[in-house]
């Protein structure tokens, strides 16, 4: 399964409903404080349930909505990719299509909702049958099914035995009348409730890395790669059946010293005896994790990896992606992951980011693995495509996260990615939109009304005339003249009023 959509509501900043897109590799990118992180946060919230990096509390909430009386908050996520069969109930293997728990854009939608910040509550949108005669059919036991089936309606059954052929059995029976139509099934309520607790398992693996780290040994987050590392490996279906078969036979045996101990207390008291039983923790309930939660990575001096410098920390922390590339483009039947990496341009010098970046574009093609990040360097965004960027924003009250950026250039730039998401005012989009102008045939409309300043300008003969120029040529000069010294140096406010007179033309050019 992969990540395709995730729609955000009263989380944080986020009041409004806004639907964010995903690919394999997903980098959000905006100012300061406007958003980024919390969309990590949210997709850490709705997959590892509290278990993970971050808790969902009552300052989540939006203040504003609280305001309005709406103190619910909604994540959702949409997924693609899905597993050819699936099980739901039992061992009856069955696919989500015939269980009519896909949405209208045939994706499994999940949707988390929490209200006051509490406990949440989980729905799955889906095109569903709402005719009375068949719908509801999930929540329905066995014995129920039969009963629709054994009644009046004449309904062919092959297999009473098994829900999900009594179900598809039922359906298929009403076909031309089934009368679909697009809701939210709660999938913890009543007998619905091991229906996700078996979807659960289908669901991809999430491990936010942030770029500020706790030093605390306990901490519950994923400090060290190696930890990460070990939740992937006892993901692996193989082992899974290894650590059941140990379970198994650790079962047995404790059940045989358990009758024993009781047998021999029934010769002395067997009242007291037969009110006794075993409690032995199913196989599934067993917590693996807990075996390899020391695992870590230390110096010579066994100074744990979350104790040592940032800089440290990330260096180990992208040699960790590095190698994940390779491993999972080469082993088969790997679980999903969802890695999200906060800032990972922190404490690395430009060189390492773009090896990192370079990391993450070959992990991203891997099967079964996603990577999201957040960045705040100018730098790191031109290592990547346009089409991996998502540029958040605050229009008014209104917060969107764009996928194809509505800029004033006609076509995407990079340049003026960083312009909007940083304020990054660079020669190099000054160069760029001034060639789009030229280009355009409009420089002479362009100086029309503009104040003109004085500039030196170098003749082939080596001596110096003076000249009346706007602002922007000016610069434009300045750039690609850097011999000609006879004019004071232009200051970055003048760089960044020049790209925006030029900016509000090309707008004005395009509306």
Request: hydrophobic share 35%; glycine share 4%.
């Amino acid at each position: 399964m992969k990540i395709k959509t995730v729609k955000l509501k009263n989380f944080r900043s986020y009041k409004d409903l806004v639907a964010i897109e995903f690919g394999d590799l997903t980098a959000f990118v905006g100012k300061n404080d406007i958003g980024k992180s919390t969309i990590l946060d949210a997709l850490d919230i709705f997959f590892n349930e509290g278990k993970g990096v971050i808790k969902l509390d009552k300052d989540d909430i939006n203040k504003q909505a609280v305001s309005e009386g709406d103190n619910e908050i909604s994540i959702s996520v949409c997924f693609e990719e899905l597993p050819a069969n699936i099980v739901i109930d039992s061992t009856n293997e069955t696919t989500l299509q015939a269980e009519y728990l896909l949405n209208s854009s045939n994706q499994l939608e999940i949707i988390k909702k929490y209200p006051n910040a509490g406990k949440e509550k989980v729905f799955v949108k889906a095109s569903h049958p709402s005719n009375p005669q068949c719908k509801d059919l999930l929540q329905k036991k066995d014995s129920e099914l039969r009963a629709i089936i054994g009644g009046n309606q004449g309904i062919e059954c092959s297999d009473r035995n098994r829900n999900a052929v009594m179900r598809a059995a039922i359906w298929n029976h009403f076909n031309t009348d089934l009368q679909i139509v697009e809701i939210e099934i709660d999938v913890t309520k009543g007998d619905t409730k091991s229906i996700w607790d078996k979807l659960q398992n289908y669901l991809p693996l999430y491990s936010l890395f942030q770029s500020d780290r706790k030093n605390s040994d306990g901490d519950s987050e994923v400090q060290d790669p190696l930890r990460e590392a070990v939740r992937q490996i006892l993901n692996n279906e193989e082992l899974k059946q290894k650590f059941n078969e140990i379970a198994s036979v650790v079962e047995t045996k404790l059940k045989e010293v358990a009758d024993r101990t009781l047998e021999k207390l029934r010769e002395m008291n067997p009242e007291v005896a037969n009110s006794l039983n075993p409690v032995i923790p199913p196989s599934e309930s067993l917590k693996w994790t807990d075996v390899f939660k020391s695992v870590s990575i230390t110096g010579d001096e066994d100074i744990p990896i979350n104790k040592r410098g940032s800089g440290i920390k990330r260096l180990i922390l992208l040699n960790f992606f590095r190698a994940e590339a390779e491993r999972r483009r080469e082993e088969k039947n790997i679980p999903s992951v969802v890695f999200a990496i906060e800032e990972p341009e922190t404490s690395q010098h430009t060189e390492h980011q773009k090896k990192l970046i370079k990391a993450f574009l070959t992990l991203a093609t891997a099967p079964n693995t996603q990577i999201i990040i957040t960045s705040h360097s100018a730098a790191l965004v031109k290592e990547l495509e346009f089409e991996h960027l998502r540029l958040i924003s605050l229009n008014g009250s209104l917060k969107t996260v764009e996928t194809v950026l509505s800029g004033q250039l006609p076509y995407p730039s990079l340049n003026e990615v960083n312009y909007l998401a940083f304020s990054e005012v660079t020669e190099e989009y000054h160069n760029e939109l001034y060639g789009f102008i030229e280009a355009e045939g409009q420089l002479d409309t362009f100086k029309i009304g503009k104040p003109t300043m004085r500039y030196m300008k170098i003749q082939r003969n080596g001596s110096a005339r003076e000249e009346q120029i706007i602002l922007t040529e000016y610069i434009r000069h300045q750039i690609h003249h850097p011999e000609n010294t006879h004019n004071p140096r232009y200051s970055s406010e003048q760089l960044n009023e020049s790209i925006n007179l030029m900016r509000t033309f090309i707008q004005s050019l395009t509306t």
